[in-house]
């Protein structure tokens, strides 16, 4: 606003502060429908095993948006800062991410009922965990973790038992991380983000054995996503533009396609 002796106020912002939007879009690009949930910026975007419903943080915690009626449900009330949220096969849980303390190495893996009721769980004591999940089959809880000299590599921990978490996924090199995955549907297959090409790259490999490795992507690659059936594998690439790479499992081999490019996303 500006005064009338010429003086101007303003408030500095940023794009980070504009209303964040999900949106549905089919394989040309065409927007379908929209959702505002009035968060400033939303991120970790999870649809539910039954598709009606998305998981996603905000600054102001984890809520659910409800797909048909539009109405948001908040999951988390404290004031620790957590993300990553992941749907148990069911649809009936959420588990995340919960930083505990300021400062790197001090993250719990928490879940809760997928409708906001009942109390926080704490699935894992305190470290620098990410990407918590269930595999689709509910056997094991998955994240990547990596401390000091160990790399940042995918682990799995069985559900039931008193078995240890073991590394699935380690990094080739010390110079190099893992930094996302997603299991696929039957839970026979994860794909994962490495950048031990020196940039980061689409993955294969089974699961949980860990044996094998295929490369998806061509020219970089980033936050992979099956489709419902498993045929297929979306990615984002390094220039926002989505592909979709067709996917076959031939016993315990798997036949990667060439990426074929939908659209540009802004």
């Known amino acids: 606003a500006v005064s009338q002796n010429g003086i ?3 408030q500095v912002g940023s794009a980070v502060m504009a209303n964040s939007r999900l949106v549905w ?3 040309s690009g065409k927007a379908l429908d929209e959702y505002d949930p009035h968060e400033t910026t939303i991120i970790d975007v999870r649809l539910s095993p039954d598709n009606k419903r998305a998981a996603f943080a ?3 915690g984890i809520w659910t948006l409800d797909l048909q009626r539009k109405t948001k449900t908040r999951i988390t009330f404290d004031q620790q800062v957590v993300r990553e949220p992941a749907w148990s096969s069911d649809g009936k849980s ?3 991410s919960a930083q505990v303390t300021t400062g790197g190495g001090n993250v719990e893996i928490r879940s809760k009922a997928a409708d906001g009721s009942g109390s926080e769980k704490t699935l894992s004591e305190q470290n620098n965990y990410h990407y918590p999940g269930w595999s ?3 056997k094991y809880l998955t994240y990547l973790w990596g401390d000091g000299e160990k790399m940042v590599s995918l682990w799995v921990r069985p559900v039931s038992g008193d078995a240890k978490p073991i590394a699935i996924v380690q990094p080739p090199s010390p110079q190099s991380n893992l930094s996302y995955y997603r299991i696929s549907p039957d839970s026979h297959w994860v794909a994962y983000i490495s950048d031990e090409s020196g940039q980061q790259e689409v993955y294969l490999t089974s699961f949980p054995e860990g044996k094998g490795k295929w490369k998806v992507s061509a020219n970089g690659g980033y936050y992979p996503a099956w489709s419902g059936n498993g045929k297929e594998l979306f990615y984002s690439g390094v220039t926002d533009d ?3 790479c067709p996917v076959t499992p031939k016993g315990s081999e798997i036949e990667v396609g060439t990426p074929q490019h939908l659209f540009h996303t802004p």
């Open 8 to 10: 101007m106020v303003y």
């Open 25 to 27: 879009f089919d394989r």
């Open 58 to 60: 905000a600054v102001s």
């Open 136 to 138: 689709p089959d509910g």
């Open 242 to 244: 989505l592909f979709a």
């Open 94 to 96: 959420l588990v995340f």
